[in-house]
């Protein structure tokens, strides 16, 4: 048992309300603010029992990134940044645990075709409440 | 009997046979008659009569003489035609004989008409049959000739069904044996052939009002129906017993039979005919075309041993040149074991303005049946004049088809689906084997075609297939300054010299004597930026020069390839050796290049014409005005979006952390009833920013739907407004059943939440706190029930007590346009965006295909009962 949940989303300063009933329950975040830093961060995915990601997501935070991670800003290919660190994570890591997406983005598992992908759940962030999410998630983590 | 004749009158006799089968106008024809049917009979002069009812439009075809001598009388013989009057001061335009009278029916003889009554005792004359009147004459003072002059005439009559119309007679000078039998003989059979042709010329006169008709109804009529109305009259002006239509199908590579005896044939069965397999060029044998060499050598009887001849075909037929080619043969002959049956056939191309061949109509006649005889040539230019009429539907149903493709664009919101329309459509309204559009884009900020949707045969490329093809402005198929053009070109331009034509409004042709003169002369023509060019060169350019062009391209935009010429040569090549024709027209507004629409097809099937470039501009002008209004709209939605995740970031982190305090306050205490009014205050004020969003953005059509119970929206709407209903001495009843009474519908779950959170919310909002003795209105109903009248639909219905709402603004539908605020609200000083119920009518009847309508029925005073009524479909339409 873990108890880590990687987070990979620029806005967590502004919602990390939304993880308050999780963290209670004894679970602890690890916040990537940019693709490339989850991109880092997912390198150890065994460290983690879940992987949340947000679509939305600058590529980077520093002055450079590896050129797999640039080409997740190629929009004839992903609609959004977090689609192609989401394919990545599935396709290319095969991490072993679940992968969330935790985004304003309306149902992008239908509209971007990424239903074979193995993605475990989306939920939508816009007017989530954190027990809603505590809900959701529970059904991925031993709560 | 056979009449043996000498080459020269051999000759005469072609000659004239030659002309006066091609001619349809009555006045030509006598005219042409008169001047060659001398040399044929070995006469000096011949003059045709006419009686006066014989001869249609009179006025029009009286041709008098400068000293004519007028007396009206309609019986006298109209002389419409005359040759070598030379001095006799003859006029023409009438004649002074009654019927029965002069050569009419009277010989000369010593220069005095006698009857034939009168002269029947004359061996000499009773020699002759009653239908030939002669005489020879030797002149005797009349004035008409000079002293000793001999004059022979010959008069023959010209007979139709029995009646003489007419009369031809002969002059000429002849000291023994004036006209010799075999003049006369010659003379009989070609009044005979002249009867024909002059009833011919009836013919098409009478049918000229016909076809007037047919093409003046075409105008108002569908293809069909012109179809219908020109297979009829192949039947009744033509004597046909099938009529086909063969119409150049989408590609433009074949001919495809659409309608047989006025019929739509099974598209599935219908039969095609590849370019140059065509009726033009062909012959048809029991219904399948043979080519004219073929049946040429089996006329000859090269090929008679080919079992699969058992029937052969003859027939007429207008070529690509419009030669007439005839082929007969006698329908008596047999050929090995088989029947032979002998249809003649009109085979008459279809031609649009630009003289390009659309279809191929045909008609055809068994000989061997109830006619006995071919096609003759005025029924070959009336079944013309039939194909102008079909003609002209085709180019009426084409602009019909052109307005609603214009017309249709206007109405799509989506590029994919705008691109799609129009890669769909532009080959039903120019043939064309491929249309591919290119759009405009750019990488660090320089502009390349990236080509966006391509069809082929009609079909639309799947885009996992499409290739991946980008151009630079003016490259490849999008222009004729790249290399590759300029390569395949270069093979087929064979004068050494480089020339740019301008097509688009005048052809502009600029040669050059050497390629370096190049960047002057395209300095010189890029007056407009955008515009139709062709550049073609002999050699390959120099890197230099290959610059100049692409800096000329993207100037001018784009430029274009082997169109609008016949020659072959002009055209590119394909590495299979096909030869294509390309139109490439820029879609472009404000001289900006939104991107190209190309065009392609095989030159076999006919090059591009200048009217198809007019058509494909006129698409591609409307394409440019949707897409520009396109691009505003998708950069308003950025934006909206944009601003939109601006506001719900935050109102998230505030609602997260308004629920946490709620959560984690001390039951019963004010901390959490203050935490509790602070979290419904952050949810409300989420929910109108999403339905602002929502209405801004204009999203609603791309939500995806799921299957949920349709009590999940409602049962949240009631729990969000239940303390807001309380403090107005209010409560909600939400419906009693429970989750699993419900239906479960396809629903856009969010959207759908906020529609009914904005409806209830309106409820809450407008409610009064009743009067004691209407204690039952104090509460907010909601409830809901199948839609008895509409199979398939739930009802909700919410009913509060309260402000009313104005009749006619239910009736106008203003209550649910944005920023509307009710009359009776105003009066009370609501507050509210304004976006509530524009929201929820935009998100039930748009995205959800439902209904949305209220009442509001006054109770007393300024009390109404107002009830908005939510339809909603259990499945959404596929």
């Known amino acids: 048992m873990k108890n880590k949940i990687l987070w990979i989303d620029d806005d967590y300063y502004t919602i990390q309300g939304l993880f308050r009933p999780i963290e209670e329950v004894g679970y602890k975040l690890d916040i990537a603010l940019s693709a490339f830093d989850g991109y880092k961060k997912a390198q150890k995915w065994q460290d983690y029992d879940l992987i949340v990601v947000d679509l939305i997501l600058p590529i980077s935070q520093e002055e450079s990134a590896p050129e797999i991670v640039l080409n997740w800003n190629n929009q004839e290919r992903y609609a959004y940044v977090g689609v192609g660190l989401v394919e990545w994570l599935l396709k290319d890591l095969k991490v072993n645990c679940p992968v969330v997406i935790l985004s304003v983005v309306p149902d992008p598992i239908s509209t971007f075709k990424l239903d074979d992908w193995g993605i475990t759940n989306c939920i939508r962030k816009s007017g989530l409440l954190p027990t809603t999410l505590k809900d959701e998630l529970s059904k991925h983590l031993n709560i | ?878």
């Open chain 2, 1 to 878: 009997m056979a009449i043996e004749i000498d080459s020269s009158r051999e000759k005469a006799v072609l000659t004239l046979m030659s002309k006066i089968t091609s001619i349809t106008d009555l006045g030509t024809l006598l005219r042409v008659v008169v001047q060659e049917l001398p040399n044929v009979v070995g006469a000096i002069g011949c003059y045709i009569y006419l009686q006066p009812e014989y001869v249609p439009e009179y006025n029009g075809i009286l041709r008098r003489g400068e000293n004519e001598i007028l007396e009206e009388n309609l019986d006298d013989f109209i002389v419409l035609a005359a040759t070598n009057l030379d001095s006799k001061k003859h006029f023409i335009g009438k004649a002074f004989f009654n019927e029965g009278e002069g050569v009419t029916g009277w010989v000369y003889k010593n220069c005095k008409p006698q009857r034939i009554a009168d002269v029947t005792d004359s061996q000499e004359l009773k020699s002759l049959s009653a239908d030939l009147y002669w005489a020879n004459e030797y002149h005797d003072g009349d004035e008409l000739y000079k002293p000793g002059d001999r004059r022979s005439l010959l008069a023959v009559p010209l007979v139709l069904d029995g009646d003489a119309i007419g009369t031809l007679k002969f002059h000429a000078t002849d000291d023994k044996e004036p006209f010799s039998e075999t003049s006369q003989e010659i003379a009989v059979i070609v009044s005979q052939i002249i009867s024909g042709v002059i009833r011919q010329t009836w013919l098409l006169a009478e049918q000229s009002e016909t076809i007037s008709q047919l093409i003046e109804t075409s105008n108002k009529s569908t293809f069909l129906e012109v179809v219908a109305d020109v297979t009829r009259h192949m039947r009744e002006m033509l004597g046909c017993s099938r009529s086909e239509f063969f119409i150049r199908s989408d590609d433009g590579e074949a001919l495809r039979l659409i309608i047989r005896n006025g019929e739509l044939v099974n598209e599935k069965s219908a039969p095609e005919f590849r370019r140059g397999q065509n009726l033009i060029g062909w012959i048809f044998k029991t219904g399948k075309p043979l080519i004219l060499p073929n049946i040429k050598q089996f006329i000859n009887g090269m090929n008679l041993d080919d079992e699969s001849l058992d029937k052969f075909s003859v027939g007429h037929e207008i070529n690509d040149e419009d030669r007439f080619i005839q082929y007969r043969e006698d329908p008596k002959h047999e050929i090995g074991t088989g029947r032979v049956q002998v249809i003649s056939f009109l085979a008459v191309p279809i031609r649009s303005k630009d003289e390009e061949v659309w279809g191929v109509l045909c008609g055809y006649r068994n000989l061997s049946a109830k006619f006995r005889y071919p096609f003759e040539r005025s029924q070959l230019i009336l079944a013309v004049s039939f194909s102008s009429t079909i003609a002209l539907a085709l180019e009426n149903e084409r602009q019909r088809r052109l307005a609603n493709l214009l017309t249709k664009l206007g109405t799509l919101t989506q590029a994919d689906h705008l691109f799609q329309t129009v890669t769909e459509n532009i080959p039903k309204l120019v043939a064309s084997s491929g249309c591919s559009i290119f759009r405009t884009e750019s990488h660090r900020g320089a502009p390349y075609l990236k080509l966006t949707m391509t069809s082929r045969k009609g079909l639309i490329v799947d885009k996992d297939e499409m290739p991946d093809i980008r151009y630079e402005l003016g490259e490849g198929k999008t222009g004729m300054c790249g290399r590759f053009q300029l390569t395949l070109v270069a093979n087929h331009y064979g004068n050494g010299k480089i020339a740019i034509e301008r097509i688009d409004r005048e052809i502009r042709r600029i040669e050059l004597e050497h390629p370096n003169d190049i960047v002057s002369m395209l300095s010189d023509i890029t007056d407009k930026k955008v515009g139709l060019f062709q550049l073609r060169c002999e050699n390959q350019l120099s890197i230099d020069e290959r610059y100049a062009v692409r800096e000329f391209a993207k100037n001018i935009v784009f430029s274009n390839t082997g169109l609008p010429s016949k020659k072959m040569d002009e055209h590119v090549t394909d590495r299979s050796n096909r030869t294509w024709s390309f139109i490439a027209v820029p879609i472009a507004s404000d001289q900006k290049l939104l991107g190209v629409i190309t065009l392609a097809r095989p030159t076999a099937a006919s090059p591009f014409l200048r009217g198809d470039i007019t058509l494909l501009t006129s698409i591609a002008g409307r394409l440019a005005s949707v897409m520009n209004n396109l691009r505003t709209l998708e950069q308003r939605e950025q934006l909206v979006m944009s601003l939109g995740h601006e506001i719900n970031t935050p109102l998230t982190g505030i609602l997260a952390d308004s629920e946490n305090l709620y959560r984690r306050a001390p039951s019963n205490t004010e901390f959490q009833r203050t935490a509790k009014h602070n979290l419904e205050q952050v949810l409300r004020l989420h929910m109108q920013a999403s339905a602002i969003i929502s209405v801004l953005s204009e999203q609603s059509s791309k939500r995806q739907f799921v299957k949920r119970s349709l009590y999940l929206p409602i049962k949240e709407a009631c729990e969000l407004f239940e303390s807001e209903a309380a403090a107005n001495g209010c409560n909600i009843l939400e419906p009693r059943a429970q989750e699993g009474n419900f239906p479960v519908i396809e629903m856009c779950v969010f959207d759908l939440t906020i529609a009914f959170k904005n409806i209830v919310h309106n409820a809450v909002k407008y409610s009064f706190r009743p009067p004691a003795n209407k204690d039952l209105h104090r509460t907010i109903k909601i409830s809901g029930q199948p839609e008895r009248t509409r199979p398939g639909f739930y009802v909700i219905s919410i009913q509060n007590y309260g402000v009313g709402i104005n009749s006619h603004e239910i009736d106008k539908g203003l209550i649910f346009q944005p920023y509307y605020r009710g009359e009776r609200a105003t009066d009370r000083k609501r507050t509210g965006s304004g976006f509530g119920l524009a929201h929820a009518r935009l998100v039930i009847e748009e995205l959800h295909h439902g209904y949305i309508r209220a009442t509001s029925i006054p109770q007393g005073g300024n009390a109404f009962l107002t009830t908005f009524f939510v339809l909603l479909p259990i499945d959404q339409p596929k």
